[in-house]
């Protein structure tokens, strides 16, 4: 990077509008179908504690809140500005926020760029420039801070629960695959810190959410998924610096997007648009997702699990095909290996185990192995030194295996030094242990294959991490 | 985009000495009676330069494994006339390499990102398997082993020992070089063949 780059970046300090203690909301309506009062119906419903101040062009109170005319009128501090009006009067309004005082503003109205109002945009995005004034969107759902409970998105929560409160904070482009995510890690057991869906990125971008994350304490894994970059060698700057503090995970779409310029040489026909954001990406050290279901499957190792000693895995089953798909699947990985268990634990596994158990890895503990055996093995195997992570698979359908055997696992887990994984693969009586041990912290995968890639994408980041 | 030059491959090859890259002994050749003479000998190979080929192989613009005075007359003559839609040309002469393994390396300039360092199996590999790894310039040692890492191809690259370091160094020269000269807007040395002493950089392409 130039010096020159570094100089022109600002970083804009996004904390008022993540940890607001008064909310203005510009467009707060009294007709339910209007996203200005859903917003202002989930502030009061969410147990938010700061003040909150709806802005409606009639001044007449909505929901028994007093409401103001203009956000000039409240004459008191606002952290955040939610817009929620129709795009011409945005960049009216947003100069309203600025001599008002307001820290930031989210503008969730749609509009502008995404459907060719660029000067509109430019405009807005300006306003928010002259005002020093962090502006996320347009066109966006906004942001959710699972503990301060500021939530500007308008999704009907008859739809939708919310995630409980963790160390993972997602980041999307898009507000429909932003939402799609937040539903799906309801049923994780990992919990959201934050989440930020910020639409055409006319101000605030995803290079000010990524500088802001890496420096958050309550963020531990920072998931994204973008379309686009807009600040190319900016982002390169910050996600290098990022993806030495944490992990992070990224989605990236356009995989099959057309080459946007003639190639002269082979370089620049192999160098397309998505190979380079994904070199990008590998260069910061960041975890490469290819689908939807790969950001929960790295989000939750990354959410729970230590760092690895080094690539040495143990498997534990109580069903031996299953613990020959984990074995290939590890062994497909480039860089994880099978372990070799060490004297001490052979001896020890001849002891507890029945004569029916073969004492090698994976270690099929057979269909009626119940809590002790597995109690059994796990105090064997957590032991070893030869071993640095740890597979257990329970094939709930198996007569032995019930909620004891996930109780013991949870036991386990919080016992174990190591990274230490489940494998369960199953419906309905599956799924409940999943919840089970998810929320005791246990990592739970639906495929030994995402379960190895997890665990080789843990080993990689801390490698990454500790690199000269 | 603006238009490209493709630089002179002989100023191409000294700005790639000067950066420690050493690209096989070649020269522009005349005649048949000057490829003869480069020769001494020894096995050359025969290609023809044009800024309208990008496939010189595909084009049947190369003529490898050239020896005796005959062989070396009657491919150029082949040459001179395949040569002649595609001016402005030039033939050149090569020595040729004992042969290994070929793999590419490049640069090109992203609008986003800026320049980018590039690696993958190389020759007539390239386009079927599109086993590369990128990076943006300038890159560190750890790239450089990371990338080479990054191909499915590792192992049948770096096979004989020593080789990963000295790919990773060719690797760290390329990327000082572009990011030293902004005006390369992209850059082939493809192939460059992997051989049991050391490399060869068999062809050259900088586009300006």
Redesign the interface.
């Known amino acids: 990077m130039t010096a020159k780059n570094s100089a022109k970046y600002k970083r804009k300090n996004l904390k008022p509008m993540l940890k607001p203690k008064s909310v203005a909301i510009i467009g707060a309506s009294r007709d339910p179908s209007k996203v200005g009062h859903v917003i202002l119906q989930n502030y009061i419903n969410s147990g938010y504690e700061g003040k909150i101040y709806p802005v409606n062009k009639s001044g007449e109170d909505i929901l028994d809140i007093k409401t103001y005319k203009n956000i000039g009128d409240i004459k008191k501090k606002v952290d955040l500005a939610i817009i929620a009006i129709p795009a011409q009067f945005v960049p009216q309004v947003l100069e309203e926020c600025g001599k008002a005082g307001a820290r930031t503003a989210v503008v969730v109205s749609g509009g502008f760029a995404e459907i060719g109002n660029v000067d509109l945009q430019k405009q807005m995005a300006d306003v928010a420039e002259k005002y020093g004034m962090p502006t996320l969107g347009p066109n966006c759902l906004g942001v959710m801070d699972s503990r301060s409970r500021s939530d500007t998105l308008f999704l009907p929560t008859y739809k939708l629960s919310k995630p409980q409160i963790g160390g993972v904070s997602f980041v999307a482009q898009s507000g429909a695959v932003g939402s799609t995510i937040l539903d799906l890690i309801v049923g994780e057991g990992f919990g959201m810190s934050k989440f930020f869906s910020y639409g055409n990125a006319a101000h605030v971008d995803e290079v000010d959410i990524l500088d802001y994350l890496m420096h958050d304490k309550e963020t531990r894994v920072i998931v994204m998924y973008v379309e686009g ?1 807009n600040r ?2 900016e ?2 700057r910050i996600a290098k610096e990022a993806g030495k503090k944490k992990p992070i995970v990224i989605l990236k779409a356009g995989l099959t997007a057309a080459g ?12 397309g ?1 998505y ?2 954001h ?3 990406f ?2 910061a050290g960041f975890t490469i997702a290819h689908d939807i279901k790969d950001l929960l499957y790295y989000a939750k190792i990354f959410a729970s699990e230590p760092e690895p000693n080094g690539p040495r895995v143990a498997i534990l089953t109580n069903g031996g095909g299953a613990g020959v798909l984990t074995t290939d699947a590890i062994a497909s990985t ?1 860089d994880l290996r099978l372990a070799e268990f060490g004297k001490e634990t052979t001896a020890a596994l001849k002891k507890t185990m029945p004569a029916l158990v073969n004492i090698r890895n994976p270690l099929d503990l057979a269909g009626d192995a119940d809590d002790k055996r597995y109690g059994d093995a796990l105090a064997a195997l957590q032991a070893d030194q030869n071993i640095d992570m740890l597979i257990v698979i329970t094939l709930f359908q198996t007569p032995g295996a019930d909620s004891r055997v996930a109780s013991k696992l949870i036991e386990y887990k919080d016992k174990s030094a190591k990274p230490m994984i489940n494998i369960s693969i199953g419906s309905s009586y599956t799924m409940m242990h999943k919840i089970m041990m998810e929320s005791a912290g246990l990592p739970v995968y639906d495929s030994p294959a995402a379960a190895a890639a997890a665990l080789s994408e843990l080993l990689r980041f801390y490698k990454f991490k500790s ?2 | ?1 603006m238009k ?1 030059n ?1 630089l002179d491959y002989m100023k191409a090859r000294d700005l790639l000495s000067k950066y420690g890259l050493s690209s096989i002994e070649s020269a522009y050749v005349e005649s048949a009676k000057e490829a003869i003479n480069f020769s001494k000998g020894k096995k050359i190979v025969l290609k023809v330069l044009s800024d309208k080929a ?1 496939h010189k192989s595909k084009a049947g613009l190369v003529k490898a494994d050239l020896s005796g005075e005959k062989e070396i007359r009657d491919a150029y003559e082949y040459l001179e006339k395949k040569a002649r839609p595609l001016q402005p040309c030039k033939i050149i002469a090569q020595r040729m390499s004992k042969g290994g393994i070929e793999i ?1 390396i ?3 300039t ?5 320049k ?1 360092v ?1 690696i ?1 199996l190389g020759g007539i590999y ?2 079927a398997f ?1 086993d ?5 310039a300038p ?1 560190t ?3 450089a082993t ?1 990338m080479l ?2 191909l499915r191809s590792s192992s049948v690259i770096t096979s004989a020992g020593a080789r990963a370091p000295m790919i990773e160094s060719i690797l760290m020269k390329v990327s000082r070089m572009v990011n030293d000269h902004p005006e390369i807007s ?3 040395l ?1 192939p460059v063949i992997i051989t049991e002493e050391g490399y060869d950089i068999v062809d050259i ?1 900088v ?1 300006e």
Not at chain 1, 260 to 271: F, K, P, R
Not at chain 2, 132 to 136: G, L, T, Y
């Open positions: 970059i190319g060698k982002f390169l946007q310029q003639a190639a002269h040489s082979h370089t620049a026909a192999l160098a648009n190979q380079t994904e070199a990008v590998r260069q480039r690199r000269k | 985009m490209t493709l990008l590419i490049g640069s090109n992203d609008p986003e990102f800026g980018t590039l993958g390239v386009e599109k590369v790894a990128i990076r943006i890159i040692k750890y790239d990371d890492q990054q992209e850059l082939d493809n392409r586009l």
